[in-house]
């Protein structure tokens, strides 16, 4: 009979946020799936937990995973954990959620902790919808096309970012969100735990050391969309018009020959 998987959510910097339910599943599982076992080992101790700890990171083979899931198959129950917060979001756990659902493995989530909830329920932001986006893409490409996507979104955008990256990132979002109301949600639930408000380029001549972990919570984009007839000519109108004339014309010629 296979064990259970359970995703254990751990603090994201107050140790006191640790939940009773994820103590007692901690206590009992056989084994504990952590991204840097350093890190998980610290909790462990504080809460006078002793458990063997595999570690499973963003660098780690398709075939670690494999024998994590084996360990499921042997009948042992694992909690998966993250360095800090819910596992599986931005986080390598992921890759070992779908293994286990793709095999019937039963997958249990204890709940807790979690920075973006955590950063956007104080933010001041609207909270009604919002789009997670996690870290930027470092490729040029698909980071430009990320940031067309924050450009356009009429939600509260949410990232994650880094200390070292975020001067970087700051840069790239003046150029696209112009007086948007952006928050910095900075080393939350420790003891510097700060939310710095402005915009994109008042937030890059103010961060000039950034330090800890960064959530940046975007306002959503306000402006009227473009409408593109507005800018059309007599003669675009009517060529806008007749491609959409003979569209729907192909259309019923092919709903006839069904």
Known sequence: MNGI?????TPIGNLEDITLRAIKILKEVDLVVA????QTLKLLNHLNIQKHLISFHRHSTEEKGIEIIEELKLGKNI???SDAGTPAISDPGEEIVKLALKENIKVI???GACALITAIIASGIEATEFTFIGFLPLNKKTR?????????????IILYEAPHKLNSTLKD??????NRRIVLARELT???????VGTAKELLERMQEPRGEFVIVIEKNTE?????????????????????RNGEKRNNKANCKR
């Open 109 to 111: 989530p204890i709940p």
């Open 5 to 9: 998987l359970y995703l254990v959510a």
């Open 224 to 244: 009227p969309k473009e409408n593109i007839f507005e800018t059309m000519t007599l003669e675009e109108h009517y060529k806008y018009y007749e491609t959409l």
């Open 144 to 156: 430009s096309e990320k940031l067309e996507e924050i450009n356009k979104s009429n939600k509260t």
């Open 35 to 38: 991204e840097d076992t350093r």
């Open 190 to 196: 420790k003891i510097h735990e700060e939310f710095i």
């Open 173 to 178: 979002l003046s150029g696209i969100t112009k």
């Open 79 to 81: 909690a998966l954990v």
